[in-house]
């Protein structure tokens, strides 16, 4: 089993719509956990650090269930900017673990 | 201005050839990593330097080797590529030692024939 697991996606969906994205991780000593977003051929980039108490940003929301060792991201009202590979990044100190991510299509 | 750098961009190169790519930062961050995102597009860990000092070194071949001359570079020699070598290079850097935002490079796309 992947340390770090995510939806496998790719998922389409129209604009203005909402997207749910899930990641689960297995190893219960994970620290830090955050969602970094990659477009195409570019380096990836902090989309998001993900708490237990969950936050918002704008049209971004994410949760942490430690218990459940599950993570999500919400995207509300996608814009055609938001398409792009959504990866799932778990830390152990500075041992920084990438899911596969789920790419998203939002088409107009 | 670039916050963390990678030359270079592009590298084509023969199977047995030595090669080297270099990384700088200029945000002053402590802890320098080397990843490599293969053709499947996963991103794996492969180095990470606090202050020049290795930290961690996932299971990569010793063909490999990090070389840190300072803490705003670290640089990444591979010998005798070989065609499985073939990836996107990405230097990172992180100004916390546990768990903070990561910078990443543009990534340098190597390929081996």
């Known amino acids: 089993r992947k340390e770090v697991e995510q939806d496998p996606g790719p998922f389409n969906v129209p604009e203005g719509a909402t997207v749910a994205f899930n990641c689960t991780y297995s190893?219960?000593?994970?620290?830090?956990f955050f969602w970094y977003r990659q477009d195409c051929r570019k380096e990836p980039k902090l989309l998001m650090s993900?708490?237990?108490s969950g936050n918002e940003d704008g049209r971004f929301t994410a949760q942490l269930n430690r218990a459940s060792q599950y993570i999500s991201l919400l995207i509300r009202d996608s814009k055609l900017s938001d398409s792009a590979t959504y990866l799932c990044?778990?830390?152990?100190?500075?041992?920084?673990?990438f899911g596969p991510g789920t790419r998203l299509s939002v088409l107009p | 201005d670039t916050a963390v750098s990678q030359t270079p961009k592009y590298l084509v190169t023969q199977m047995g050839n030595d090669k080297s790519i270099k990384c700088e930062q200029n945000?002053?961050?402590?802890?320098m990593y080397w990843y490599k995102q293969d053709s499947k597009k996963f991103l794996k860990i492969m180095f990470s330097?606090?202050?020049?000092?290795?930290?961690i070194n996932e299971t990569v071949p010793n063909r490999f080797s990090p070389k840190s001359p300072d803490k705003a570079h670290l640089n990444l020699h591979i010998n005798s590529l070989e065609l499985g070598d073939s990836a996107v290079y990405f230097c990172?850097?992180?100004?916390?030692?546990?768990?903070?935002?990561?910078?990443f490079g543009p990534g340098t796309r190597l390929t081996v024939l």
């Open positions: 990172a850097s992180s100004q916390e030692v546990d768990g903070g935002e990561q910078f």
């Open positions: 190893n219960s000593a994970s620290q830090s």
């Open positions: 993900v708490y237990s």
């Open positions: 990044v778990v830390a152990r100190g500075q041992n920084f673990v």
């Open positions: 945000l002053g961050h402590d802890t």
């Open positions: 330097y606090n202050n020049k000092e290795l930290i």
